[in-house]
């Protein structure tokens, strides 16, 4: 499974079964863990964790739950291969497990056990998502890389006929000059028009240029508006020779100007509409209002907050019993009201916004700027 909005409300919406979900999330990250040994040690205390959490439920559920932790371990252990992989979120029901994720980022190790798919992790990841392409660009060379969830491939290299300087040193001769520059230009376009190609197909969040600064400047210059509009920073001087690892560090840089200037601009239309209740909500009161009447434009969440609530029969939450029972009975308690909030956020087609800590929203666990 890719992480994308539309691949996590689908996992929302699975059709429901008459056993539990059993969500595990496992950090494999081989600079955390070198051996297979000591990530799947962490593996199975969160499988002990979900077995427990499974104990108060019926004991067809619990054997349910039993049966999801067993094929996770056997899995983890004969099927899959690390290779680059760095975080595995694994989603099991009835004995079997119905999908998986595959990513090159770190995650938290989490087991839980509910109705539902566990999707908060994957809101996380998702917003680190970005579609990033570069392109190290010299006058008869290009490479073209992607990166996505920090993997980085090799998209394409181009490599084009330009003619260069003869043996007694300076250009070719004068009569061929423009034809040389031609050439260059030619070379450009057809990166270009690749980019653009690859733009078309799967939208990118940022472009970023590198190379020898005259051919990379000279480079922006001629790209196509659609990508001009996507361009991120100035070029950069590195390399056509340049390794993974320098390549990857600066993708992740980029990467992460996009994800703190987003929230900049989020932060910043949320502390625009302060005091104003029709353009915001601050608190896990005025948030589970907006969730209920699907008026959540994007949810504010600290990572890890956790309040206890309730569900009504219409499928409408609240804090307290009684506020729930006034939306239809019976009414049943929840262990995470936020994790409810998040996943009815999510259904509605809202965006999610983690935060380690409430200094960015003022004390609050949730916040959310409405629609309508």
């Known amino acids: 499974m890719e992480v994308t909005a539309t691949a996590i409300r689908s996992l929302l919406n699975r059709p429901p079964s008459t056993s539990p979900v059993t969500s595990v999330y496992v950090n494999t990250d081989g600079s955390r863990y070198p051996r297979p040994a000591d990530y799947e040690a962490?593996?199975?205390?969160?499988?002990?964790?979900?077995?427990?959490?499974?104990?108060?439920?019926?004991?067809?559920?619990?054997?349910?739950?039993?049966?999801?932790?067993?094929?996770?371990?056997?899995?983890?252990?004969?099927?899959?291969?690390?290779?680059?992989?760095?975080?595995?979120?694994?989603?099991?029901?009835?004995?079997?497990?119905?999908?998986?994720?595959?990513?090159?980022?770190?995650?938290?190790?989490?087991?839980?056990?509910?109705?539902?798919?566990?999707?908060?992790?994957?809101?996380?990841?998702?917003?680190?998502?970005?579609?990033?392409?570069?392109?190290?660009?010299?006058?008869?060379?290009?490479?073209?890389?992607?990166?996505?969830?920090g993997r980085i491939e090799e998209h394409l290299d181009v490599t084009s006929d330009v003619h260069g300087q003869h043996d007694q040193g300076g250009w070719s001769q004068n009569r061929f000059q423009r034809g040389i520059e031609h050439e260059v230009l030619a070379h450009m376009?057809?990166?270009?028009?690749?980019?653009?190609?690859?733009?078309?197909?799967?939208?990118?969040?940022?472009?970023?240029?590198?190379?020898?600064?005259?051919?990379?400047?000279?480079?922006?210059?001629k790209l196509h508006p659609y990508l001009a509009k996507v361009l991120h920073g100035e070029p950069i001087s590195i390399p056509l020779t340049a390794d993974t690892d320098q390549l990857s560090a600066v993708l992740r840089d980029a990467e992460q100007e996009l994800v703190s200037r987003r929230r900049r601009e989020l932060?910043?239309?949320?502390?625009?509409?302060?005091?104003?209740?029709?353009?915001?909500?601050?608190?896990?009161?005025?948030?589970?209002?907006?969730?209920?009447?699907?008026?959540?434009?994007?949810?504010?969440?600290?990572?890890?907050?956790?309040?206890?609530?309730?569900?009504?029969?219409?499928?409408?939450?609240?804090?307290?019993?009684?506020?729930?029972?006034?939306?239809?009975?019976?009414?049943?308690?929840?262990?995470?009201?936020?994790?409810?909030?998040?996943?009815?956020a999510v259904l509605s087609g809202a965006d999610i916004e983690l935060f380690r800590d409430g200094s960015r929203l003022d004390g609050h666990p949730v916040a959310a700027l409405l629609r309508f």
């Open 189 to 221: 376009r057809d990166v270009s028009d690749i980019l653009l190609r690859l733009h078309e197909h799967e939208p990118l969040d940022a472009l970023v240029v590198a190379g020898p600064t005259a051919e990379a400047s000279e480079f922006v210059r």
């Open 267 to 344: 932060l910043a239309r949320l502390e625009a509409g302060k005091g104003q209740a029709e353009r915001d909500a601050r608190g896990i009161r005025h948030v589970v209002e907006a969730v209920n009447a699907k008026r959540v434009d994007v949810l504010f969440v600290v990572e890890g907050a956790g309040e206890p609530g309730w569900k009504s029969a219409s499928g409408a939450l609240a804090l307290y019993e009684h506020e729930a029972e006034s939306y239809g009975t019976p009414v049943e308690p929840v262990d995470d009201l936020i994790d409810e909030i998040i996943e009815q």
């Open 42 to 149: 962490r593996l199975d205390n969160l499988l002990r964790s979900a077995r427990r959490a499974a104990s108060a439920l019926s004991q067809d559920a619990q054997d349910a739950v039993r049966a999801d932790t067993e094929q996770i371990s056997r899995w983890v252990r004969s099927s899959f291969d690390r290779s680059g992989i760095k975080g595995l979120g694994l989603f099991a029901s009835a004995g079997d497990i119905f999908e998986q994720v595959e990513v090159a980022v770190g995650v938290r190790n989490i087991a839980r056990v509910g109705d539902r798919p566990y999707v908060v992790p994957l809101q996380a990841l998702l917003g680190r998502h970005h579609h990033i392409a570069l392109a190290v660009v010299e006058r008869d060379r290009a490479r073209i890389l992607r990166y996505q969830l």
